[in-house]
């Protein structure tokens, strides 16, 4: 038996507990009415309990607590989405307070005999993926993706993941203190990769769960029901469906037992997907990519959209055949030439290099084209995104400022400069025995070390791209622009 909070509490002293929505181990999850706004809309309370008695670990759940309430923060400027409205901490309990979403998880939709079309399924997937190329755009892993955790929000039908594992984590790491940081498997059993039950969740565990959740839809049936082959651990499925064998083979490729044989982004898998999906794809509205020009309405739609104003999905009339053909043709030297060609031409103009200002203002969606282009053409290994994680696991920053940042360092014995920007060239191979290389010595294969191209001149450009790459709504083309006619 639960026992809500008096009727007559009010939580942070505005938030009115109204019904029970459901509980764990680390806390429970209201409905509430928020009775400092007009009208006392309802909202959601998670109220997070850990059981601490030292000074110590208070003040760490007080750390953790406030960071992943940041990312929560960051994260809700996305429709699908819950906006996290405030958070607060009251007798040394933690509470998040979420928009309420209006609506039934897929628990019922995803019960087990109910059985989707393969192009229900088709669309399904595609909501969800949109949702985790957002989420791994910024860095973070959810980690708990199951038919309860989503829900299909009445108003417009559309897809809202919600219970970030962000915050269970926090949970986890609060209760877990002072028994060293040992790593808890969050997840739930059926839709969580081996690697995530060791504790080592990457992005594509997310992707696993995804694929566990197309594979439900089309069987009718819990993963957990599912057998595995005996002798590689694979899911067999494929008999208990009816699917055509490029969504079949999809699906395998999302919940390989080996995370190194499962797709490695969401976008790869969207890649796949849409081509099978033409019809959907072509009704949906334009969407505006630029989220400094979003109001909340215009931001409902978007992601859900994709549509597209020319034909490649430009917002400035680029065309990008000639681009697609040279990655198609693996041609990579002239692909990144073609590349700084185009992206010059977004500011008419011919010759020259783009400034730092100009990379700022870049329009979002032929951003995200490009870079969509090179991924998949490279399976991944070329691509600002690819940049993106690389130049933030170098500790380079997204300030205007950046290059002042620059820091010295004694290496054998020797002082030289260690600036991120240096250390993101020697990822990137741009950079081999101290000494940048000349652009002719680049290597221009699949060869070269992760993202090693498309090619950038200095640190400021780089600082600014990856600024720009946090600023632009992650747009995925949903025509197929990367087949040849
Ligand atoms: N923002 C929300 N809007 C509507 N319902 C929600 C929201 N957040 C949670 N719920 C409901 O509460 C249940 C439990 O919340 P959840 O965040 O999944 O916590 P947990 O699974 O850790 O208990 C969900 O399954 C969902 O039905
Ligand atoms: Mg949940």
């Keep these: 038996m639960i026992n809500l909070p008096n009727g007559e509490v009010k939580l942070g002293g505005r938030y009115q507990i109204?019904?029970?929505?459901?509980?764990?181990?680390?806390?429970?999850?209201?409905?509430?009415?928020?009775?400092?706004?007009?009208?006392?809309?309802?909202?959601?309370?998670?109220?997070?309990k850990p059981k601490l008695t030292d000074d110590e670990s208070l003040a760490m759940a007080h750390r953790l607590?406030?960071?992943?309430?940041?990312?929560?923060?960051?994260l809700s400027d996305f429709h699908q989405i819950p906006r996290l409205l405030a958070h607060f901490e009251e007798n040394q309990e933690f509470y998040l307070v979420q928009e309420f979403i209006d609506g039934d998880n897929l628990s019922q939709e995803l019960a087990p005999g109910n059985r989707f079309t393969e192009v229900q399924t088709i669309a399904l997937l595609q909501e969800i993926l949109a949702v985790l190329v957002y989420l791994h755009q910024h860095h973070v892993i959810h980690r708990d993706l199951k038919p309860s955790n989503l829900i299909r929000r009445r108003r417009d039908h559309r897809i809202v993941l919600i219970d970030f594992g962000a915050v269970k984590q926090l949970s986890t790491q609060i209760q877990t203190h002072g028994h060293s940081t040992r790593t808890i498997a969050i997840g739930s059993p059926g839709y969580m990769p081996s690697e995530q039950m060791a504790g080592k969740p990457r992005f594509c565990s997310d992707l696993y769960a995804v694929g566990m959740i197309g594979i439900q839809a089309l069987t009718g049936l819990h993963p957990k029901s599912l057998p595995e082959d005996a002798r590689t651990s694979e899911i067999?499925?494929?008999?208990r469906a009816e699917v055509s064998p490029r969504l079949g083979d999809i699906l395998d490729k999302m919940v390989r037992y080996d995370f190194r044989e499962r797709y490695q982004t969401a976008l790869e898998v969207l890649?796949?997907?849409?081509?099978?999906?033409?019809?959907?794809?072509?009704?949906?509205?334009?969407?505006d990519a630029d989220l400094q020009t979003n109001s909340p309405e215009t931001r409902i739609q978007m992601f859900t959209g994709f549509g597209v104003g020319s034909p490649s999905g430009s917002e400035v009339g680029i065309d990008y055949k000639t681009l697609q053909d040279l990655l198609f043709a693996k041609s990579w030297q002239a692909a990144d030439q073609e590349t700084q060609r185009l992206m010059l031409k977004a500011f008419e103009r011919e010759t020259g290099q783009l400034t730092a200002d100009e990379i700022r203002q870049f329009p979002c969606r032929d951003?995200?084209?490009?870079?969509y282009l090179w991924l998949h053409h490279s399976d991944g290994l070329f691509g600002f995104s690819v940049q993106q994680d690389i130049w933030k696991s170098v500790g380079g920053t997204t300030d205007a400022i950046y290059p002042a940042l620059e820091r010295f360092s004694k290496h054998r014995g020797k002082w030289r400069i260690n600036s991120p920007w240096q250390r993101f060239g020697g990822r990137v191979g741009w950079r081999s025995r101290e000494q940048w290389l000349p652009y002719g010595q680049l290597c221009f294969s699949l060869e070269a070390p992760k993202g090693h191209l498309p090619h950038w001149q200095n640190g400021e450009q780089v600082a600014a791209l990856i600024s720009r790459m946090d600023i632009c709504k992650p747009y995925v083309p949903h025509i197929d622009i990367t087949r040849k006619p």
């Design 18 to 48: 109204v019904s029970y929505l459901g509980g764990g181990g680390f806390g429970q999850t209201y409905l509430a009415q928020d009775n400092h706004l007009p009208g006392q809309p309802r909202c959601v309370v998670k109220h997070l």
């Design 65 to 74: 607590f406030e960071t992943e309430a940041q990312v929560l923060y960051r």
């Design 236 to 239: 067999i499925w494929r008999d």
């Design 271 to 287: 890649a796949d997907l849409n081509p099978l999906a033409p019809d959907r794809l072509m009704s949906l509205p334009p969407v």
């Design 367 to 371: 951003l995200y084209l490009i870079n």
